[in-house]
């Protein structure tokens, strides 16, 4: 994935994620909700997540890779401007595993490919999906992903 950003990957702004999240946060108090929309939708604020939460929710695009299925990602918001060897913008599936530890009760990633990841013999799918559950998302009902690509429309 980070060579794919260093080559030059562009992803299209998703308009209808803005109105999503805040839909979301709406239904919470100010003070119940910490919301990042734009350049604060950052790595570092997805790096950031810690903690007892109650709904951890991601809308952004989603990229699978599927020969490296760690390298999976979010795609949040790259510094501006991007500095050669740092952050690209991207929250890979094996910083997921390595550094983000919380206790939730929902995670929703309204992002596409999300569900998907690489069948590894002894381990299963490997991908966002299982990153995400190692860091502390609930099995079962309590994390919602996609499978398919979604165009511009809250999950």
Avoid at 29 to 57: E, F, M, P
Avoid at 89 to 110: C, N, Q
Wanted: aromatic share 6%; with cysteine.
């Amino acid at each position: 994935m980070a060579a794919a950003v260093r080559r030059g990957l562009s992803l299209a702004p998703i308009p209808a994620s803005r109105r999503e999240v805040a839909g979301i946060a709406s239904r919470f108090r100010r003070q119940d909700a910490l919301v990042y929309l734009g350049a604060d939708a950052n790595r570092g604020a997805g790096q950031g997540v810690s903690g007892k939460i109650g709904i951890l929710h991601f809308a952004t695009h989603g990229l699978l890779d599927e020969r490296f299925p760690l390298s999976s990602a979010l795609a949040l918001s790259p510094p501006d401007p991007p500095a050669a060897g740092r952050d690209n913008g991207l929250l890979e599936a094996w910083e997921i595993f390595e550094s983000l530890h919380f206790e939730a009760d929902l995670v929703t990633l309204s992002a596409c490919d999300t569900a998907r990841g690489a069948e590894t013999s002894g381990e299963g799918m490997i991908g966002l999906t299982r990153a995400f559950q190692y860091a502390g998302a609930p099995l079962g009902p309590g994390l919602a992903v996609e499978h398919l690509r979604s165009l511009d429309r809250p999950a």
